[in-house]
């Protein structure tokens, strides 16, 4: 351990990502240091998960948004916080922090300790430049009121948003919610990249149901833009939308100029190496937040993960071992996040199927639907949850979309892959059950079950996305079903309760595979034809549920148009 | 493994308890063997978790809470369900079961796999006894029938419940909610004895804002009968409750005559003992459900456990294992259990203090107030989340009290406990946040940060229920809080805000303990105060808000007083 001298002085460059967090933990722990934070803007520490919301009168006091004055963290903690200050330079040598204030005055400090939380800043794309002054990102609170300045000042009726993230749908949201027609343009076929397509395609018709006109798959051309304001939106294709307010949302990337001339070492994905005490290649500089890179726990490698939690774990991780030289070390991510679009939720942890393949991870995955309580208590709410999982058994990671109880049950997933557990261990877990609260057999339960039988091939899932032109089909809904929903083209025909006295009626000159609406009835009917000695039989996972999420959503497909 | 005939003949005895999901499962594992279900009663699989919430109305049709019929199980499943058949005999050696249907017929069956499922029975305790034609139990849909059939033909204006565990609760809520006046009647000093006192506390401070009668400590020593009618319930101490209703839910004990004249061996706590395939101490004869002894995961050793997730889980274990011979072993139990009472909910897993101190496991507890989700987001909640730990840092249990998200976090802690995880794991998880649905610091996590604090000494927690006669206490409140709440005797008041600048007003000749609202600015506290070289610094868990759980409810206190 390199010499700490006491008490230490503890510098903080940045209040938001981590820092704030980072300098309160520091004081915890060394009642003397003297630590001073430096942020660029206008305030320490403000609750930039909640803009949105703001945004669109949800959170009604801005107020609310401050999580803490500089007053505060004097008064309370001894900490000097200079808001508008911004550093320039790292002298590692001399160990001293340069830069200049909002108000053009130089200063220079120097440290013991140095504790990087610069964040990320909005990825700007190309066509911005064309953008009039009704054309906006949303990072900070000066965002946040620059928009609101402007929709005060010019009534909005139609808005576009740009990138269909976590931001961008939380954006749609609460502009859908001040009464204003918005449009969500998205350059993938599929909202929320972290998702995988079926999954996302649940949230798509949540926002066609609202009437957000969706662009999937469009790339934006250019702005249409005279006397300062950005008339229309152009995509690649030609197509035109217009639009009175324009909010790109299309990504970040890591703050780290400053470290990088200082010679900090990146990782490979160019956010900032640090150690399990967030120490830099410097061990005097520290960094934490969105412009370091994390350790993914199931991908085994690292990553950037520009998310709050693990921002402010790893502010209380760098606040201690700077101030006392000691820590519990970082604790691994997992890529947990959700979000809340109108009514429903959507919620992911661990890898999705484009990160196993991108990593040469092999997998299988089960998706099962099933109430969020017990079905015959009210108020039950269909949810769906896909499962990840190695052929050994071992968890990979989750998704969940539904109005209730999504969060619950990608923590209880979030947890395990922690813990590193299988589908056994999720099979085997002892969960809260009352009716108000769950079900004896929970839909985690469940998707490990249909797991678990997939593995134990006691019958094997066919993915819902495989070609089933070779397979001979059995659909065993019932016949008031058949006559109302979509089925698959060539399916034999045969309720699942009388196919016990059907099966003479099937040939077994082909793999079989047993359909119905979520794949439970045809799990039943797999097990009895693999029992009775038909070969090569599959139940086809998530039956016709997921079969309606396999092609790319679209303005005027059935599911908007049956919708209320 | 012993010899297992193909196709075998399996029969279950009771289909409640696990029996119907052995059933289900025995089928999906063997497409060949013959299944019978023989059940005493008149509906082979009932939700009976739901018997209150009916007897309420919530759940409005009766329907409902069948599961599944025996025409279901024969159309579906080729499985034959006999309603109405008890069967009163094993014969281990013939391997046939006898008994006698409901209209007195003589039966015999004989079994290559026998899988018992005959549940448990509620505790008669010996005053029912006197009790009229108002007085009853509510374990089967039979129960339910008889209570809401006399409710009918004698409107009902009084009821008292007696027995404060989860059904007692679920079934005050619902006749409440019939605009029934009720008492609530418990020989213990607290409601729900799985929660530790102080948690306890919280839902008997509900009961009692809601307009329930709270008799704690209070047995009954008989019923006052007249002309078949209960009118008065006489307790130990010469008070009697007026009454038109008496429900008891006073317990359940496991069913194992039938097993016991066969036999078959009993465990520690009068349940059945089995292997991890649910096999008895005859390899030919199952047990699942409540008339066994789970393995308890945290206390590592067997218990009984009537719930309905276990019994299902090891239905299904003991239905492969029946069926073809093999199965996944069944997993440990943790003792989660929820409960709504009006609009909190109660929920635990793992140990509580009682069960730690009975066992000689050492162990301390953090219990902390936050939100539900984000503070500064409409609708945040407070909960209380008590998190018990070993001193090497092993996660021992939790429990948990508030109107939101109470389900969630005691899944999380559920998912730690069957993974063997510690405080440090608890700390790092990477769980959902947005917004809506958490905080960047999940109650979790500030949970697990205390539990840190306090097993690094940094500094050490006071229990909120020691004797604090020796310290001195330093209130760090706000002026206005300390003029209209409660305060310890002798407490100096120094506002956190202030306490860097006071600390020469506070002398060092006894340990000393600082204070808040719920130990937050505390924690703050005491760490100034031991950086700056005092002695013996302790932070109250809890703070003041644990302190207004110490002493038993009763009627008129000032929280009942202080509610709308």
């Given amino acids: 351990m390199i010499d700490l001298p006491n008490p230490p002085r503890i510098v903080i460059v940045g209040g938001v990502a981590g820092g704030a967090s980072a300098a309160a933990r520091a004081r915890r722990c060394n009642a003397d240091a003297e630590i001073t934070v430096l942020e660029k803007g206008p305030a320490v520490s403000f609750a930039n998960c909640g803009l949105p919301y703001h945004l669109g009168g949800e959170i009604e006091s801005r107020d609310k948004l401050i999580v803490a004055t500089p007053e505060l963290f004097w008064n309370r903690f ?14 590692r040598q ?34 911005m430049e064309d953008g009039g002054q009704n054309v906006f990102q949303l990072w900070t609170l000066d965002d946040m009121d620059a928009i609101l300045d402007y929709m005060q000042r ?10 269909a993230g976590f931001v961008g749908l939380e954006v749609v949201e609460q502009l859908q919610r001040r009464e204003i027609e918005v449009s969500l343009v998205e350059r993938l076929p599929q909202v929320l990249s972290p998702l995988d397509s079926e999954m996302a395609r649940l949230v798509e018709h949540e926002l066609l149901a609202r009437g ?3 662009h999937l798959s469009a790339s934006v051309e250019r702005l249409l833009t005279d006397n300062q304001r950005t008339s229309a939106v152009e995509l690649a294709d030609g197509q035109t939308i217009a639009t009175d307010l324009v909010i790109a949302g299309t990504g970040v990337r890591p703050r780290t100029q400053l470290a990088r001339e200082a010679g900090l070492e990146l990782g490979q994905s160019g956010g900032l190496l640090i150690n399990d005490y967030c120490q830099t290649s410097d061990p005097k500089i520290y960094a934490v937040g969105d412009m370091v890179e994390y350790y993914h726990g199931t991908l085994q490698s ?6 709050a939690g693990p921002a402010n774990r790893a502010g209380r991780v760098a606040g201690a071992h700077a101030a006392c030289g000691t820590a519990k070390p970082l ?75 999504i969060d619950k049950r990608i923590d209880v997933v979030a947890t395990m892959l922690h813990m590193g557990g299988t589908i056994d261990d999720l099979a085997n877990l002892d969960l809260c059950y009352a009716p108000p609260f769950g079900a004896a057999k929970d839909p985690i339960h469940m998707a490990a079950f249909v797991a678990q039988n997939d593995l134990a091939m006691a019958p094997r899932l066919a993915a819902f996305d495989a070609d089933f032109s070779d397979f001979q089909i059995v659909d065993v809904r019932s016949a008031s079903e058949l006559s109302r929903l979509p089925h698959l083209p060539g399916a034999t025909h045969i309720p699942l309760d009388e196919l016990s006295d059907r099966l003479h009626d099937l040939q077994n000159d082909k793999p079989m595979l047993t359909v119905c609406h979520s ?22 996972s998530g039956g016709m549920s997921l079969q309606r999420l396999r092609s790319p959503s679209a303005p005027g497909t059935e599911e908007e148009s049956s919708k209320p």
Avoid at 78 to 91: F, N, S, W
Avoid at 524 to 531: D, M, N, R
């Fill in 94 to 127: 001399a160990c001293t922090v340069t830069g200049r204030t909002r108000e053009g005055k130089d200063f220079k400090l120097p440290y013991d300790r140095l504790i990087l939380a610069t964040g990320s800043e909005p990825y700007r794309p190309p066509f």
């Fill in 154 to 163: 010019r009534p909005c009726k139609k808005a576009t948003v740009i990138g």
């Fill in 519 to 540: 794949g439970k009835r045809a799990h039943v009917a797999a097990c009895l034809l693999q029992g009775k000695g038909f070969q090569g039989v599959h139940n086809l």
């Fill in 302 to 307: 690292r990553t950037l993960m520009p998310l």
């Fill in 78 to 91: 001894r900490i000097r916080v200079k808001t508008g200050h911004e550093v320039t330079h790292i002298d």
């Fill in 331 to 405: 604790g691994q991510v997992q890529g947990t996040a959700i979000v809340r679009v109108f009514e429903l939720s959507a919620a992911c942890t661990g890898l999705n199927e484009r990160a196993c393949r991108q990593s040469g991870i092999e997998y299988r995955t089960a998706t099962i639907q099933a109430t969020h309580h017990a079905g015959y208590f009210p108020g039950a709410q269909l949810l769906t949850l896909k499962i990840l999982y190695a052929p050994s058994g071992k968890l990979l990671g989750a998704q969940a979309v539904g109005p209730e109880g």
């Fill in 212 to 214: 957000v006109q969706l």
